[in-house]
Nanobody, 128 residues
């Protein structure tokens, strides 16, 4: 599957932005979809993910309650709605895909190394 992220830009603190990740191929609904972000000089950070059907979402601690992930399997798109943005949310945001379980009773697939397919990234800048 090929992924293309879009929707990044410059926004003031407290504002909102919605990112999109469009996927090619007819098997989009087989994949769990995740968002990661990476600021300069830092490691890639897990933002959140949605399972193949959209029934389960998980979030990183730093964004839980502010960001929402959703997907439209008919349109092959996954969204990241970001509200209450803070300057520390400034980063390049990447979407990623992987098959298999997203979560179990004791495990969440939240490591960048666990994802097989990546989009090119879109820059989000939050000004104070």
């Amino acid at each position: 599957v090929q992924l293309q992220a879009s929707g990044g830009g410059l926004v003031q603190a407290g504002g909102s932005l919605r990112l999109s990740c469009a996927a090619s191929g007819r098997t989009f609904s087989r994949y769990n979809m995740a968002w990661f972000r990476q600021a300069p000089g830092t490691e890639r950070e897990f933002v959140g993910a949605v399972n193949w059907s959209g029934s389960t979402t998980v979030y990183g601690d730093s964004v839980r309650g502010r960001f929402t992930i959703s997907r439209d399997n008919d349109k092959n798109i996954v969204y990241l709605q970001m509200n209450g943005l803070k300057p520390e949310d400034t980063a390049v945001y990447y979407c990623a895909a992987v098959e298999g379980p997203l979560t179990t009773s004791t495990y969440t697939r939240d490591g960048a190394y666990e994802y097989d397919y990546w989009g090119q990234g879109t820059l989000v800048t939050v000004s104070s």
